[in-house]
């Protein structure tokens, strides 16, 4: 786990985001595949708060959380939302390799270190491992300087091109064939990423008959570095249902359109403002910052203002 997998979601709102946008399709999904008999799996961090919600919300009882530093697994025994969670001191990949899958599941990879290949690699082949009706969720590094730096050091259009050779050559197979320079730049690095997930997976669907896979919500995010994420459903190979309720999903994204969330860092007077004036960037007089991501504020905050954290103190 790296040092950024401790950091508090109140650091982090996009991040919050992006997770209650997870739990609004596990909730969107739990009716249907009956989610309080899955087997949840993840990363849980020293704080486990993804399992307490998956827990409060979902009423899921099997609760798995995987940690490779000594200290971190210590903290997790400690901080165990419900005695229900059991917490592993092992890498995710590991576990994974030795666990019989005897139920369906819900695994997120929430990975932060830039290992495309080994990662995207691992989510695809879990697709044909898992039961019909698990969830998979994958978090991606989306840094394209984790490509590294060229010596000597270039910039504009032929950093992006020497970019765009690591890219090739880092991923292989893995990589579009019509992938283009341009999408080598900060706010485009992650939806690259995400064509390569998406071949990768489907390539792996297509060696399983029984089973087809349907993507659900993708989004492209940064809180200091860019990161960009996956969830999909292993259905059945005639199953049209969950590809059904998932399109009229509000927040449907496939990874050929994720969701940007690129939200701006608002004080409490100004987010009263905006979710009350339809003309907010009149009524506040001032603009916004952008963000790396090149979104409009205004736009992202209209989109996503029902599920914008709300970070206060509290006196226990």
């Given at each position: ?28 999904l ?22 307490r919600?998956?827990h ?60 495309p ?86 390539k ?27 969830t ?57 910052p ?27």
């Amino acid at each position: 786990m790296s040092a950024g997998s401790s950091v508090p979601y109140k650091l982090r709102p996009n991040k919050a985001v992006d997770r209650e946008l997870f739990l609004s399709l596990l909730t969107r999904l739990a009716p249907v595949l009956s989610l309080e008999g899955h087997h949840y799996i993840g990363l849980g961090g020293s704080f486990l708060e993804d399992f307490r919600l998956v827990h409060a919300r979902l009423g899921v009882e099997r609760m798995t959380s995987v940690e490779s530093e000594e200290e971190v697994h210590k903290r997790q025994l400690f901080n165990r939302p419900t005695a229900s969670v059991e917490c592993v001191h092992s890498s995710l990949e590991e576990y994974l390799d030795a666990h019989d899958f005897d139920q369906p599941a819900i695994i997120w990879f929430d990975y932060t270190a830039p290992k495309p290949v080994e990662q995207i690699g691992r989510f695809a082949r879990t697709v044909g491992e898992v039961r019909i009706n698990s969830i998979l969720r994958v978090t991606l590094n989306a840094q394209p300087s984790a490509l590294g730096e060229p010596n000597p050091k270039l910039s504009g259009q032929a950093l992006l091109d020497w970019r765009l050779e690591k890219f090739k050559d880092r991923l292989g197979s893995l990589c579009p064939t019509d992938i283009v320079a341009a999408g080598m730049e900060r706010k485009t690095y992650g939806q690259s990423i995400l064509r390569a997930l998406f071949l990768a997976v489907e390539k792996e669907a297509l060696s399983h008959a029984d089973r087809t896979v349907v993507w659900g919500l993708s989004t492209h995010y940064a809180d200091g570095q860019p990161m960009v994420t996956a969830t999909l459903v292993v259905c059945a190979a005639d199953d049209k249902a969950i590809q059904s309720l998932l399109k009229g999903w509000t927040f449907y994204s496939p990874p050929s359109k994720p969701l940007c969330i690129d939200l701006p860092a608002l004080s409490t007077l100004e987010r009263l403002t905006m979710e009350s004036n339809e003309d907010a960037k009149t009524k506040l007089g001032f603009e916004l910052p952008e963000s790396g991501l090149g979104e409009d504020p205004f736009q992202v905050f209209r989109r996503f203002y029902r599920i914008y954290p709300h970070f206060s103190r509290v006196e226990l």
